[in-house]
């Protein structure tokens, strides 16, 4: 055979015609794929981890702390995120509605927060009001009677809900009542009021809710969903 590197079927043996022929192109080709390729594994595998850094939309539901903006927040209004797969509701009341707070204590269940119901030691912990502000309330919207989630209607004497409705929040599915701070009414069948969770103000409009400003208490839970 030949020594010329030129590829000639003619002058090889059978053998050899079923092996392929140099191509230096190829090669080329293949040491630098197998280079990108490597390259690109090792950006894969940081980019995972660069995104771990940050809780990622799944673990802010699953119980990773989530902020809350308050700065639209309107009197009377509530708004709801998810936290720990469940309505983590934000509410901001009126001076009205602080005001009538106490005149409910008779009306209801545990009206001083007495059942661990919220987190213990939250600063400046209000039990009536059950909130660290008093103009802000901080809930987990699950009923504890049987996990429903309630309606919010902060307008007392609201109709379907008769004269005595002292405006709160009400559950469709068995028809038991909360007030303002989310406390449970005599009469219903849920035993308890509804979950504080943890919580602390970053700033004067960002909440911080599903744990406490040192980094603990993110594995609270109350007495029942």
Not at 22 to 47: M, Q
Not at 77 to 92: D, E, F, G, H, I
Not at 118 to 130: E, T
Request: hydrophobic share 35%; with cysteine; net charge positive.
């Amino acid at each position: 055979m030949s020594t010329d590197s030129t590829y000639n079927p003619a002058m090889m043996s059978p053998g050899e015609l079923h092996k392929s022929p140099p191509d230096p192109g190829r090669r080329r080709f293949l040491t630098t794929a197998s280079t990108v390729v490597g390259a690109a594994g090792v950006v894969a595998a940081a980019i995972p981890f660069v995104e771990s850094l940050e809780p990622s939309a799944r673990a802010k539901a699953g119980g990773a702390p989530v902020e809350v903006d308050i700065s639209k927040l309107e009197p009377g209004q509530m708004l709801s995120v998810l936290w720990r797969k469940k309505p983590l509701w934000v509410v901001r009341r009126t001076k009205a509605d602080l005001a009538e707070l106490p005149k409910l204590n008779g009306q209801l269940k545990d009206p001083l927060s007495k059942v661990a119901q919220q987190v213990p030691n939250l600063p400046d912990w209000n039990p009536i009001q059950r909130s660290i502000k008093p103009e802000y309330l901080v809930l987990v919207g699950i009923c504890t009677h049987l996990g429903c989630i309630p309606g919010y209607d902060p307008k007392p004497g609201s109709a379907g809900l008769g004269a005595s409705w002292p405006g709160g929040f009400f559950c469709p599915c068995h028809g038991s009542r909360y007030d303002l701070s989310g406390r449970v009414m005599d009469g219903s069948p849920a035993p308890y009021n509804l979950p504080v969770p943890p919580h602390y103000y970053r700033t004067d409009s960002v909440i911080v809710a599903g744990e406490m400003k040192n980094g603990s208490e993110q594995a609270w839970s109350p007495v029942t969903w």
